[in-house]
Structures are given as C-alpha cells and as structure tokens.
T-cell receptor, first 115, second 111 residues
C-alpha cells in the first residue's frame, strides 16, 4: 500500500539527548514536511523540503535539524538545543507541482516525550 | 498564505448535518480552500478542496461564497466517527506554498 510511515509511534528520551524521528513515503512525492503539534493547538511547520538535497526552515526550526538524501526519506533530529521537545510530531508529503491542486498526505505521527 | 478563522468548537446530533464555517477574507484569486480533519492522536486526513465552485465527494460537501471570503464544510449525516478537529486552510496550488494550520474546530457528534 502507498503511504507515509513514521516510527516509532511513541518515543521516550532523557533530557539532553538527541533523537531522530523517521519518516518514509512510497508515494513518489517530491515535497515533504515536518510539523509539531502541542495539546489543543494546530500544526506548526518545522522544516520542509521540495526536492532531494534541499530543505528550508519553517516557522519553528530552532533546535531541529533535517536531511533529505533520498526522495522517500526525510528524518528529523530533535537536538538538545530544543527547549521544549515533548510534542506530537507529524510528517507529510505532497506532489511538487500538480496542475490543479496540492493536497498533503500525513503520516500517523510520533509522540515524543522527554523525561 | 491567507489566514482563516473558525469557531473553536461545535456540537452536532448523530444523523444530522454538520455545518462547519470558515472565514478567509484575505484569500487571493489563485488560492484554494482545503479542509482536513484530525481524529485524536492521528495524522490529519484530507477531506475536500475547492477554488470557487461548490464541491462534493463521498465524505462531504464544500460551499464557497461567491466573493470567496468564507466557506462551509457540510457533513450530510454525521456519525460518531466524525468527531474530530476540522481544519480549514487556504493555499496556492504549488507545493512551495507552506500550509498554515490554525487551531481548527473541534466537532463533537452526540448520540
């Protein structure tokens, strides 16, 4: 089945440790995104990538890093510099330029808890 | 990207139509209206989109006003499984446009 996978669904880490969240898609989409969601709030964009080996900061990139070495993969690293990393993290992808519209497909999310 | 405003929460009786409003008064001519929903602790799910004409699919209908400054998502026969947060978003048709998710409307379908 085509789709986006994120693993693991729940992740626990000690304060001060870096942690990498995986995101894989087999939809052949060029664009991929990382969002953060805090309780009762909407999604905030962390990083996005339009094409392999290229990515841009979103609205809340501080304390995060990404890479885009393969079209199907867009891992997010939450570094120790992120002051409040406990959150629900969502990955999404979309076709780069469709003639008519451009919906995003979301993964199931990873809930990160820093102890 | 234009911003949207939605009511914080709404209730709907099971089996009734749920009408979710959205204001997007600063929408530009080439921006589409999208609706997504998010069931608790899952990723958002695409529902429907439109530019200026009303749209209908198997999940919902989208009514866009003639001036395009507001729209309404209609779930014709709400079920308990439709309880979710519904997001109204406007964006252009290229993936270079960032998607801005507001807090959305929390819809509770009541038995």
């Amino acid at each position: 089945d085509g789709g986006i996978t994120q693993s693991p669904k729940y992740l626990f880490r000690k304060e001060g440790q870096n942690v990498t969240l995986s995101c894989e898609q087999n939809l052949n989409h060029d664009a991929m995104y990382w969002y953060r969601q805090d309780p009762g709030q909407g999604l905030r964009l962390i990083y996005y990538s339009q094409i392999v080996n290229d990515f841009q900061k979103g609205d809340i990139a501080e304390g995060y890093s990404v890479s885009r070495e393969k079209k199907e993969s867009f891992p997010l690293t939450v570094t120790s510099a992120q002051k409040n990393p406990t959150a629900f993290y969502l990955c999404a992808s979309s076709p780069r330029d469709r003639a008519e519209y451009n919906e995003q497909f979301f993964g199931p999310g990873t809930r990160l808890t820093v102890l | 990207d234009a911003k949207t405003t939605q009511p914080t929460s709404m209730d709907c009786a099971e089996g009734r139509a749920a009408n979710l409003p959205c204001n997007h008064s600063t929408i530009s001519g080439n921006e589409y209206v999208y609706w997504y929903r998010q069931i608790h602790s899952q990723g958002p799910q695409y529902i429907i989109h439109g530019l200026k004409n009303n749209e209908t699919n198997e999940m919902a209908s989208l009514i866009i006003t003639e001036d395009r400054k507001s729209s309404t998502l209609i779930l014709p026969h709400a079920t308990l499984r439709d309880t979710a947060v519904y997001y109204c978003i406007v964006r252009g048709k290229t993936s270079y446009d960032k998607v801005i998710f507001g807090p959305g409307t929390s819809l509770s379908v009541i038995p």
